[in-house]
């Protein structure tokens, strides 16, 4: 069986072929850290650690770099805002997404660059797009001459006469034609910069990841992922900027996952429903996130709502119940039993299952049906009078292998008294603030990993049951 990938460039599915045997070459462009990570944020960081754990699961020995973005007008905006500057706020912001991803089962990238520290790099992509005649100086900016780049719009599946319908020069913008992006700005007073060959500026958002690839992975990588609002222009333009320096194709497949809605709506500042990584996991099992996450086939839109991640922890506590059910069992097994191989049959059945789900374009929402016919069959066999330690360990490992290729653990949650310290500290401060939900919910988590508190006189207590 041949893992297939629905490539955004062709628009159909393609079986996979590494541009090296037995390895993979992937890229996805990660956030810009100006604040907490938002749940859309969130969902390209599960779905490609997934697809990641995959190719690995699958034995390709895989090369994995996602980028932070460090300096742009976002982050500008935000030092102003907060009286720091651009280095403090997007050093404090890194480490808050290594926290929530780590949170949400998400493995840390080979290389994480940043475009501060890439900045030689940059500049030197920049000079050779000049020399090359596909990109121009202009009072102290650079632009890149986007008419000059033949197949430009494939990815996107526009042409360029589309794309010059409504496109305009902006106030302050030097450039010869209304569709040409910029490479390097020039610095406005007060602002970070950087000393380049036309003056001091700073990088345009999409040379980053050009440069990037170019240095971590090579001119040609296998995929290049990323949200779907990310195909244009910020991909686009990479290609572009790539295929125009290289001369060699830039990415073999795009991967872009759908949008997020809150309540049925379109996720949005001005609508008032962004809604934080780092809020969600205060209330709720970041584990269920990220199932809810891989709950959707990944291209597909999806709709998040506080009823639906409730829902989706009970459907996370059926399986988990299946396997605890499994490791109780196992130590009152008996022998080899008559059905002992037309089980194991039926447990090697279901894994062929998922991994043909999975490599259908990594559609993890047919892979965790599988899981509850994984569920299913294990509850039907408890069911015997007797059972076969083997085929009891086999379902065991099952679970345990499935739910690790899909980034969640299986094992029942422990935590030091340091973390149920915590965790009361924070429920006394949900029962002042009267977030009675939030109390109730933190008292549940800790009820169901057997710790019993004690709401006294002199404070709140706790022991393990």
């Given at each position: 069986?041949?893992?297939?990938?629905?490539?955004?460039?062709?628009?159909?599915k393609?079986?996979?072929?590494?541009?090296?045997?037995?390895?993979?070459k992937?890229?996805?462009?990660?956030?810009?850290?100006?604040?907490?990570i938002?749940?859309?944020?969130?969902?390209p960081?599960?779905?490609?650690?997934?697809?990641?754990?995959?190719f690995?699961?699958?034995?390709?020995?895989?090369?994995?770099?996602?980028?932070?973005?460090?300096?742009?007008?976002?982050?500008?905006?935000?030092?102003?805002?907060?009286?720091?500057?651009?280095?403090?706020?997007?050093?404090?912001?890194?480490?808050?997404?290594y926290?929530?991803?780590?949170?949400?089962g998400?493995?840390?990238?080979?290389?994480?660059?940043?475009?501060m520290?890439?900045m030689?790099?940059?500049?030197?992509?920049?000079?050779t797009l000049?020399?090359?005649g596909?990109a121009?100086?202009?009072?102290?900016?650079?632009?890149?001459?986007?008419?000059?780049?033949?197949?430009?719009?494939?990815?996107?599946?526009?042409?360029?006469d589309e794309?010059?319908?409504?496109?305009?020069?902006?106030?302050?913008?030097?450039?010869?034609?209304?569709?040409?992006f910029?490479?390097?700005?020039?610095?406005k007073?007060?602002?970070?910069?950087?000393?380049?060959?036309?003056?001091?500026?700073?990088?345009g958002w999409?040379i980053?990841?050009?440069?990037?690839?170019?240095?971590?992975?090579g001119?040609?990588?296998?995929?290049?992922?990323?949200g779907q609002?990310l195909?244009?222009p910020?991909?686009?333009?990479?290609i572009?900027q790539?295929?125009?320096?290289?001369?060699?194709?830039?990415?073999?497949y795009?991967?872009?996952?759908?949008?997020?809605?809150?309540d049925?709506?379109?996720?949005?500042?001005s609508?008032?429903?962004?809604v934080?990584?780092h809020?969600?996991?205060?209330?709720?099992?970041?584990?269920v996130?990220?199932?809810f996450?891989?709950?959707?086939?990944?291209r597909?839109p999806?709709?998040?709502?506080?009823?639906?991640?409730?829902?989706?922890?009970?459907s996370?506590?059926?399986?988990?119940?299946?396997?605890?059910?499994?490791?109780?069992?196992?130590?009152?097994?008996?022998?080899?039993?008559e059905n002992?191989?037309?089980?194991l049959?039926?447990?090697?059945?279901?894994h062929?299952?998922?991994?043909?789900?999975?490599?259908?374009?990594?559609?993890?929402?047919n892979?965790?049906?599988v899981?509850?016919?994984?569920?299913?069959?294990?509850?039907?066999?408890?069911?015997?009078?007797?059972?076969?330690?083997?085929?009891?360990?086999?379902?065991?490992?099952?679970?345990?292998?499935?739910?690790?290729?899909?980034?969640?653990?299986?094992?029942?949650?422990?935590?030091?008294?340091?973390?149920?310290?915590?965790?009361?500290?924070q429920?006394?401060q949900?029962?002042?603030?009267r977030n009675?939900q939030?109390?109730?919910?933190?008292?549940?988590?800790?009820?169901?990993m057997?710790?019993?508190?004690?709401?006294t006189?002199?404070?709140?207590?706790?022991?393990?049951?």
């Open positions: 069986m041949a893992i297939k990938i629905y490539n955004t460039l062709t628009r159909q393609e079986e996979f072929k590494p541009l090296e045997e037995g390895k993979v992937m890229y996805v462009c990660g956030p810009t850290v100006y604040n907490y938002h749940i859309g944020n969130a969902r960081a599960i779905v490609f650690d997934t697809v990641r754990r995959y690995g699961y699958r034995g390709y020995d895989i090369q994995f770099v996602s980028n932070f973005t460090d300096v742009d007008d976002k982050l500008i905006r935000a030092a102003k805002e907060m009286g720091e500057d651009v280095p403090t706020i997007s050093d404090r912001f890194i480490n808050a997404y926290e929530d991803v780590s949170a949400l998400c493995k840390k990238a080979d290389a994480h660059p940043r475009v520290e890439n030689g790099i940059i500049i030197e992509f920049i000079e000049i020399e090359k596909y121009y100086e202009s009072e102290g900016d650079v632009y890149y001459r986007t008419r000059k780049f033949d197949t430009y719009g494939k990815l996107s599946h526009q042409s360029i794309l010059r319908v409504g496109a305009r020069i902006e106030v302050g913008e030097k450039k010869q034609d209304a569709l040409d910029a490479l390097w700005k020039a610095a007073i007060g602002e970070i910069s950087w000393d380049s060959p036309w003056g001091k500026g700073r990088p999409h980053e990841c050009s440069a990037m690839v170019k240095k971590y992975l001119d040609t990588i296998d995929i290049h992922a990323g609002d195909a244009f910020h991909h686009e333009n990479e572009a790539s295929e125009a320096l290289t001369g060699k194709p830039f990415a073999n795009w991967m872009h996952n759908g949008y997020i809605n809150i049925n709506e379109k996720m949005s500042k609508l008032g429903n962004f934080l990584v809020d969600i996991i205060q209330k709720h099992d970041p584990q996130l990220r199932f996450m891989l709950s959707v086939h990944y597909h999806i709709n998040y709502s506080e009823e639906l991640l409730v829902n989706m922890k009970a996370l506590d059926r399986l988990k119940t299946s396997y605890q059910n499994l490791k109780h069992r196992k130590s009152s097994s008996d022998g080899l039993t002992n191989q037309e089980w049959q039926k447990i090697n059945r279901i062929e299952e998922f991994i043909q789900e999975m490599d259908d374009d990594f559609n993890t929402a892979a965790i049906s899981l509850f016919e994984l569920s299913r069959q294990a509850n039907y066999y408890l069911m015997e009078k007797n059972t076969d330690k083997e085929v009891i360990q086999a379902f065991i490992d099952e679970f345990k292998d499935l739910f690790h290729v899909l980034g969640l653990s299986i094992e029942e949650e422990t935590l030091v008294d340091e973390e149920i310290e915590k965790l009361i500290q429920r006394i949900a029962r002042k603030d009675f939030l109390s109730d919910e933190i008292r549940d988590r800790l009820k169901s057997n710790i019993i508190l004690e709401d006189p002199q404070g709140t207590r706790w022991k393990r049951g």
